[in-house]
């Protein structure tokens, strides 16, 4: 593996490219808690099968789309990135391939990146300007990806084993009835306690927010419309993933174009061969 050297590091946050299809984050407004708390335990709703069955809504799909991340700063400032990625569930593991098409001087660097269980993730990237492909790490996963409020564990498959959950409630986002689930993660990680806003109505996640041990409001919030989403193959997805960092007041905006779900993919495309020879990746259909 490499050390976190300047190249590593750069890396480290843009492998999660060809993550970014699998990984849709949700909603509008704070998740207001009702006045009965514990409303949904009393009812015997199980958090960890709400929180699996969110996750199974969000995550078990393959996926083909043109991914647009647009990040704006406290001074106005705009910078844009655009990737095509690609993903798919080879036996219960996730598969992705990206590849950006936009900045030109970033143009072709493309990331392979396997699931691996406990393990994390094998990762691959193909430098143009080098014509190498280069084995990273990926044990950075609160790194930023590109200068954006998009941290690759925001990009990645999340599984109910990640957590420790603590406690199950009742809300509403947006006027809309939801669970929040709240844990804490097994493994070190930039924050303490995660919580998820999960729909009552079809399990989409309708909002994430990330918090420091001892503080009582969020650092980050990930957020999204509700009217934003689809429905596809029996799964509610997103288009579009608002990103706020409330430390930096900046926020990213990460829009899904020509989003194609459950397609043919060949599993060869999830090789470092590919990276190697350029091929070219699959697109959405017209």
Same mark, same amino acid.
């Given at each position: 593996?490499?050390?976190?050297?300047?190249?590593?590091?750069?890396?480290?946050?843009?492998?999660?490219?060809?993550?970014?299809?699998?990984?849709?984050?949700?909603?509008?407004?704070?998740?207001?808690?009702?006045?009965?708390?514990?409303?949904?335990?009393?009812?015997?709703?199980?958090?960890?099968?709400?929180?699996?069955?969110?996750?199974?809504?969000?995550?078990?799909?393959?996926?083909?789309?043109?991914?647009?991340?647009?990040?704006?700063?406290?001074? @106005?400032?705009?910078?844009?990135?655009?990737?095509?990625?690609?993903? +798919?569930?080879?036996?219960?593991?996730?598969?992705?391939? @990206? &590849?950006?098409?936009?900045?030109?001087?970033?143009?072709?660097?493309?990331?392979?990146?396997?699931?691996?269980?406990?393990?994390?993730?094998?990762?691959?990237?193909?430098?143009?300007?080098?014509?190498?492909?280069?084995?990273?790490?990926?044990?950075?996963?609160?790194?930023?990806?590109?200068?954006?409020?998009?941290?690759?564990?925001?990009?990645?498959? &999340?599984?109910?084993?990640?957590?420790?959950?603590?406690?199950? #409630?009742?809300?509403?986002?947006?006027?809309?009835?939801?669970?929040?689930?709240?844990?804490?993660?097994?493994? +070190?990680?930039?924050?303490?306690?995660?919580?998820?806003?999960?729909?009552?109505?079809?399990?989409?996640?309708? #909002?994430?927010?990330?918090?420091?041990?001892?503080?009582?409001?969020?650092?980050?919030?990930?957020?999204?419309?509700?009217?934003?989403?689809?429905?596809?193959? @029996?799964?509610?997805?997103?288009? +579009?993933?608002?990103?706020?960092?409330?430390?930096? @007041?900046?926020?990213?905006?990460?829009?899904?174009?020509?989003?194609?779900?459950?397609?043919?993919?060949?599993?060869?495309?999830?090789?470092?061969?590919?990276?190697?020879?350029?091929?070219?990746?699959?697109?959405?259909?017209?």
């Amino acid at each position: 593996m490499l050390g976190k050297t300047r190249f590593t590091r750069g890396l480290s946050a843009s492998w999660c490219l060809s993550l970014a299809a699998c990984m849709l984050f949700a909603t509008v407004g704070r998740a207001e808690t009702t006045a009965d708390t514990d409303e949904a335990a009393a009812d015997g709703v199980d958090p960890s099968e709400v929180l699996s069955t969110a996750f199974q809504n969000r995550y078990d799909v393959d996926m083909i789309s043109t991914i647009e991340l647009v990040m704006s700063n406290g001074r @106005g400032q705009t910078r844009k990135r655009e990737f095509e990625a690609v993903s +798919k569930l080879i036996d219960g593991r996730l598969h992705s391939v @990206g &590849r950006i098409v936009w900045p030109n001087h970033l143009r072709g660097m493309t990331i392979l990146t396997i699931e691996a269980g406990e393990r994390g993730h094998d990762a691959f990237v193909y430098m143009p300007a080098m014509k190498i492909v280069r084995r990273i790490s990926t044990a950075q996963r609160g790194d930023s990806f590109f200068g954006t409020d998009v941290t690759y564990e925001d990009l990645e498959r &999340r599984r109910i084993g990640d957590y420790v959950l603590e406690s199950l #409630e009742s809300a509403e986002v947006a006027g809309e009835p939801v669970f929040v689930v709240t844990g804490a993660p097994h493994q +070190k990680q930039t924050y303490s306690k995660v919580t998820f806003a999960i729909s009552r109505a079809d399990h989409a996640i309708l #909002e994430i927010r990330f918090f420091k041990r001892d503080q009582p409001e969020p650092y980050r919030i990930v957020t999204s419309k509700r009217d934003s989403m689809v429905e596809r193959a @029996g799964h509610v997805l997103p288009l +579009k993933m608002t990103v706020r960092d409330l430390r930096q @007041g900046s926020t990213t905006e990460v829009f899904f174009r020509d989003l194609q779900v459950d397609p043919e993919i060949d599993d060869h495309v999830f090789s470092v061969r590919t990276l190697e020879q350029q091929r070219d990746l699959p697109q959405p259909e017209s």
